[in-house]
Every structure is written in C-alpha cells, then in structure tokens.
Nanobody, 126 residues
Framework: QVQLVESGGGLVQAGGSLRLSCTAS????????VGWFRQVPGKERDFVAV????????IYADSVKGRFAISRDNAKNTVYLQMFSLKPEDTASYYC???????????????????WGQGTQVTVSS
C-alpha cells in the first residue's frame, strides 16, 4: 500500500506561481511512476504531468507545457509540481497518483494508476 498526501495548493492571482508537493509513505517510493492530474466539478480528471520512477523522463499535457515542471526527490519520498504563469483555467483540485507498472504510453491515463491522494485545491483569480 501507498499513502499519498498533497500539499501546497491555495489562492493565487493570474500570472503567479505555486508549488505542489506529493509525499508518499508505505512503499519504496523510488519504484513508482508518479503523475499529477486535475479535476473541476462536473468534468473528468485530466492528466497534467508525470515523472518516471527515477526521474529519467517526464510528460506534460499541452495545456501546461512550458509553464509547469514536475520533479522528484526520492530521498524525501516527494514529487513536486512547480506551476508558473498560472491562469484562471488552471483552477482545479490537483491530485497526485502513483502506479507500480513500468513506464509506458499509458502513464497519461488516470485508470493506469493504483494509488491516489486526497487532492489539493488550486484557485487562480483573474
């Protein structure tokens, strides 16, 4: 079992920055691919970014490419999502998720993930 806890959400003005953290416990973290997803009420959970278990590879959604950066510190069992140039449309609940499968094209799909955090709210005001 893996427990994931997100933190770092909040209210920020458009153009501002936030850094989200996802801290894991319960299993060897360095063996897990970790992704970030976001969801607004009434809509599906959308892929944001993902990072390989060793940090070798990353993938970003087109909507955040160039503005968000995902990274990890396996010694701290933590994955970060640094968000720059935030826009009102980035407003959502942000979730981190972990999967035990090897890296594959499926890492951008929410159903490929085994463990989820409880989410953290990000609100960007215009």
């Amino acid at each position: 079992q893996v427990q994931l806890v997100e933190s770092g959400g909040g209210l920020v003005q458009a153009g501002g920055s936030l850094r989200l953290s996802c801290t894991a416990s319960g299993r060897t973290f360095s063996g897990l691919t970790v992704g970030w997803f976001r969801q607004v009420p009434g809509k599906e959970r959308d892929f944001v970014a993902v990072i390989h278990s060793r940090g070798h590879s990353t993938i970003y959604a087109d909507s955040v490419k160039g503005r968000f950066a995902i990274s990890r510190d396996n010694a701290k069992n933590t994955v970060y999502l640094q968000m720059f140039s935030l826009k009102p449309e980035d407003t959502a609940s942000y979730y981190c998720a972990a999967r035990t499968k090897d890296w594959s094209p499926g890492v951008t799909f929410s159903y490929e993930y085994d463990y989820w955090g409880q989410g953290t709210q990000v609100t960007v005001s215009s």
